[in-house]
């Protein structure tokens, strides 16, 4: 019974097979073509800002909104590096405001091949591109190394922890700049260290929008036996 199964299996396997392939094509050409609405993310970028000038804080990066078409279109539109960029020529100190309409991502952001299959219905969520423009100030503020966790048991830091350089020119918004004296690396790890440790490190900017020089920062520290273990030793 079985030999008779596995030869009505076998027989002819090569056409069965491609059959089977022809249906799962057509299967997967009919739901393609459906029509369906995806929600999808463009990215927003911010030009022609005039070099004297500078954001406050980070504008948003990317726009989320409702497309509608064919699913293997919306498919191919997944695959795209879509983006929309807002033109800040022109712009002067103070608050700027544009909104991002549907004829914008459709036009500016779909891709030509596929404008005409695809249809923007919405832009949800940021609807308008709100900032605050400022003259743009430059400074040096001194750099201090920040350090987190603890080292091996009986081990401790000796001396100060040293950053090099010792100061960084940040570039930025007036008020942002104006209220600094000081930048932190980012954190350097000492758990379970017991010896010198030399990183290079970049500065903790948070959300501030600046740009800074150097990127990178020498952070050095020196451990040793704890003082109590090291005359625990030698009475």
């Known amino acids: 019974m079985w030999a008779r199964i596995r030869d009505y299996l076998l027989r002819n396997l090569g056409l069965k097979l491609a059959s089977l392939l022809l249906a799962l094509l057509f299967y997967a050409h009919v739901v393609t073509d459906q029509q369906r609405e995806s929600r999808i993310t463009v990215g927003v970028s911010l030009t022609g800002l005039a070099d004297t000038l500078s954001i406050v804080g980070n504008p948003p990066p990317k726009v989320a909104v409702k497309v509608r078409g064919k699913w293997k279109d919306l498919i191919r539109l997944g695959l795209t590096n879509t983006s929309i960029s807002i033109d800040l020529a022109g712009a002067s100190p103070g ?65 100060s922890v040293e950053v090099e350089p010792d100061s960084a020119r940040v570039t930025g918004a007036a008020s942002t700049v104006a209220g600094l004296d000081t930048l932190y690396t980012l954190p350097v790890d000492i758990t379970g260290e017991r010896e010198k440790i030399q990183r290079q490190v970049p500065l903790d900017l948070g959300a501030t929008g600046l740009a800074v020089e150097p990127r990178r920062f020498l952070v050095t520290i020196r451990l040793a036996r704890a003082a109590a273990e090291s005359s625990g030793q030698h009475p």
């Not at 091949?113 to 001194?142: F, G, H, Q, W, Y």
């Open 95 to 159: 608050r700027f405001q544009r909104s991002i309409s549907v004829e914008d991502v459709r036009e500016r952001a779909i891709p030509a091949e596929l404008s005409r299959s695809l249809d923007v219905t919405e832009v949800m969520e940021p609807r308008t591109v709100n900032i605050t423009i400022e003259p743009k100030r430059a400074k040096a503020v001194l750099v201090a190394p920040r350090v987190v966790g603890s080292p091996t048991a009986g081990y401790e830091i000796t001396g």
